[in-house]
């Protein structure tokens, strides 16, 4: 069984320019989120899909982040334009259930670098 | 704000010694997850511990859960070069869809 896939593995781009993050899920699993890690912190929630349903995006920091997940299947997360603030790695994970029940599988993030 | 600490921020050991870390965590919780982040890589599920379970165990990995302190601990027991990575711990509330994620220990293992 395939795991949680992520591309690109790593992205530099120049500030003010437009990245898109994909996260594939493993296939079956409704529940979709995406975290992210800056600058060595804390790895914090950003948003959840179940389905194509956007259930929370509270962790979004702001308006440049758009985040979609087109047939309830793979989910991009495009940042635009993107400041310095934003380098980190973004990761995505899914799971079958609600994480109170059981566990969540992650992919092996994107690094982005923007300067 | 984040509900898992995990205590030390670093630690670096010899080959072949027990690593112990810490987490603590604010409220209560439906179960506690420990992950590993090698350089590079993804995070990887080690131990999902519930909160009526006070300790598990997978290979070289052992995890106790005192929810009364609140606290948990993942001890690696004979530690590897391989086990060189960022432990993060999180926590799950009961029919909860997000994890909170402390800010990890780095565990540096020396050969």
């Known amino acids: 069984e395939a795991g949680v896939t992520q591309f690109p593995s790593h992205s530099v781009i120049e500030k003010g320019q437009t990245v898109t993050l994909r996260c594939d899920p493993i296939s079956g699993h409704d529940n979709l989120y995406w975290y992210r890690r800056v600058m060595g912190k804390e790895i914090k929630f950003l948003l959840h899909?179940?389905?194509?349903?956007?259930?929370?995006e509270s962790g979004m920091p702001n308006n440049r982040f758009l985040a979609e997940r087109t047939g309830g299947t793979y989910s991009t997360l495009k940042v635009q334009p993107a400041e310095l603030e934003d380098s980190g790695v973004y990761f995505c994970?899914?799971?079958?259930?609600?994480?109170?029940?059981?566990?969540?599988?992650f992919g092996q993030g994107t690094r982005l670098t923007v300067v | 704000s984040q509900q898992g600490e995990e205590d030390p921020q670093a630690l670096s050991i010899q080959e072949g010694e027990n690593a112990t870390m810490n987490c603590s965590y604010k409220?209560?919780?439906?179960?506690l997850q420990w992950y590993r982040q090698n350089s590079g890589r993804g995070l990887v599920h080690l131990i999902l511990?519930?909160?009526?379970?006070r300790e598990k165990h997978s290979g070289r990995l052992r995890v106790t859960l005192d929810t009364s302190k609140k606290s948990s601990s993942l001890l690696i027991t004979a530690s590897r070069a391989a086990d060189t990575a960022s432990y993060f711990c999180a926590t799950a509330l009961a029919n909860d869809y997000k994890l909170s994620f402390g800010a990890g220990t780095t565990v540096t293992v020396r050969a």
């Open positions: 994970a899914s799971s079958s259930m609600l994480v109170g029940g059981v566990e969540a599988f």
């Open positions: 511990i519930r909160s009526n379970e």
């Open positions: 899909f179940v389905k194509e349903s956007k259930q929370d």
């Open positions: 409220t209560s919780i439906n179960n």
